[in-house]
């Protein structure tokens, strides 16, 4: 799967995700998007963001070939969970 082909696919559910004024604003062309898989129907799309010519972060998004639709990067969330707070009082008796 292409950036491209991720940019058609979402015309409809996310079309100012990559329009020229968005991708203008943030220092970006379709060229800086790098994309990965990441199982059978998500692959995370990401490229750097500059404000000022300064790299403030990078712009992620998992795209979803279901429903082709662009989600906030949660997996970070869901991989390292953190213990219930009763687990980490625990530690400090």
Avoid: C
Wanted: proline share 4%; hydrophobic share 30%; glycine share 4%.
């Amino acid at each position: 799967m292409t950036i491209y082909e991720i940019k058609e696919r979402t015309a409809e559910t996310s079309p100012h995700y990559f329009s020229r004024d968005t991708l203008k604003f943030f220092g970006q062309t379709m060229k800086s998007f790098r994309v990965s898989k990441l199982n059978e129907h998500e692959y995370l799309i990401s490229a750097p963001s500059y404000w000022g010519g300064k790299l403030m972060g990078y712009s992620e998004r998992i795209f979803d070939s279901r429903d082709n639709t662009l989600n906030a990067n949660t997996k970070h969330e869901r991989d390292y969970e953190s213990p219930p707070l009763d687990t980490e009082l625990n530690h400090l008796a």
